[in-house]
């Protein structure tokens, strides 16, 4: 099986030299040149200024990495970069959700963390693995099933969830950095505070990004040690408010912010293992990729889980935690406390933790408005990287008061496009391109693409399947309301059913009559 897999992911490469194709699908011009680093003229006299100016700034975008310009070595950066990116603050209140919002005891907010993450593992770890093969982004990736067009919807899509995740991360470190300075820092500032520091990271790119997150996880993980302990006089072992299949609703809603939470990664998988050898083995990068998901997210969504019980035991917590200006930050301040001056200095470290985590959302983001033509294209990422952050700045200012449902809503409709976007691709790679592979040299060229058509539909298929299973506050599907008297969110389930049967029967009517 393993060597079936390393095989089905086997690129055709049928050119070689530094340069790629051209989105125009001329294979004799880089589209940006700016990526040939030997050629310091490269790009004209305009991004010859721009790389004088901003020397040390990343200038590559979605070209393709070519396999001479890889790296001999970096794998383990799957598992200590997503174990990064994940270990952090923002991490925290999703576990809080199980007992504070759908009324969940622990034994079952903590088995329905194991769970749902272990499924949305499977899907973010494939995705990885896409990246060495054929060197190109996840969004980019996404044109060989779901075409130029598709691709474009697609990254529109990605945009608005990126920017959804780094706003929740805004929020969420600007609160913690109030409770550290008081008063004297008001939230929108601390927000902004949070932004640059990202932005400063992102803004050089690749390797800066995974520097940043090779070494980050290691402090933030004893405070989330330390953070067990001192919370733990106010734990609550107490059942479920609910049982039977009202019980199993809460499990499915709560379930579906967690598989969220996880699958939101997919669509940006790839783009940090561009860089790892053609060769690389694609089994290694899932499993280094899905612990370096499942361990993290199930160690501090547990802890989040400990502190929503806690909750419930200490009014004063829950009084903080109901506060806009405050909100979980502070309760974890609060909990911090009792180490004096120590513990607010963790609390500072604890509030830049969410950098770690709103770095990938930044960068992708960039990268995806790229993906949306070649007018983006010939933009500089790092240009795309700060209007992004912009963007999540001045909403993180206005959503400040509403942490908590933005996280609800956000988190549970995230799987219902990004479940038909997984199982598309994934059947693409193992069914209709298990012999065949890929033809990188079409990445860019919009004529050999296929259509679309067939994955177009099953997409919509899948949506519309979670829309029949979803349950929102503000709207709850036919299927949705089958569990329980309040239902349950079988949202992202149907989407995988619906859009896996809708692909395997129009699929191959689309290689019958288009012929790719």
Known sequence: MSHDLEKSQEPQVLYEGKIPVNVDGDSKVPVDAMTDVKNPEAGGPIKAWLRKIFMGVELRGIER????????????NNLLMWWSVNCVLTTVPIGTLGPA???MGLRDTILSIVGFTILGCFTTAFCATLGPKLGLRQMVISRFSFGWWGAVFLSLLNIITQIG?????????????VYVCGEKLPLDVAIIIVSVVTLLICFFGYDLVHKWERYAWILISIIMCILYGTGHEYYSWTPSTSSGADLAGSVLSFGGVVFGSVIGWAPIAADYNVMLPEDTSAWKVFWLTFLGLFIPLVFVESLGALYGTALINNPAWETIYQDGEAGLGSVLGTSLSSLGGF????????????????VPNTYSAALSIQTLGKPFQRVPRFIWTIL??????????????????ILNNFLSILSYWTTPFVVVLALEHFVFRRRTGYNVNDYGDQSKLPWGLAAGAAGVIGVVGAVLGMNQTWYIGPVGKLTGTYGG???????????SVAYLALRPMELRYVGR
């Not at 990495?65 to 383990?76: A, T």
């Not at 992004?388 to 449902?405: F, P």
Request: proline share 3%.
């Open 489 to 499: 969110d079988l949202g992202f389930e149907m989407a995988l059913v619906l859009t």
């Open 165 to 177: 995740f780094s706003v929740i991360a805004v929020i969420l470190g600007g609160q913690t950095l």
């Open 343 to 358: 513990g607010k200095f963790l609390v500072f470290l604890l509030a830049l933790s969410v950098v770690s985590n709103n």
């Open 65 to 76: 990495v070519m396999p001479e310009d890889r790296q001999p070595k970096g794998v383990i």
């Open 388 to 405: 992004v952050a912009v963007a999540y700045t001045v909403a993180g200012v206005a959503g400040k008061a509403n942490l908590s449902a």
């Open 101 to 103: 919002v759908f009324g």
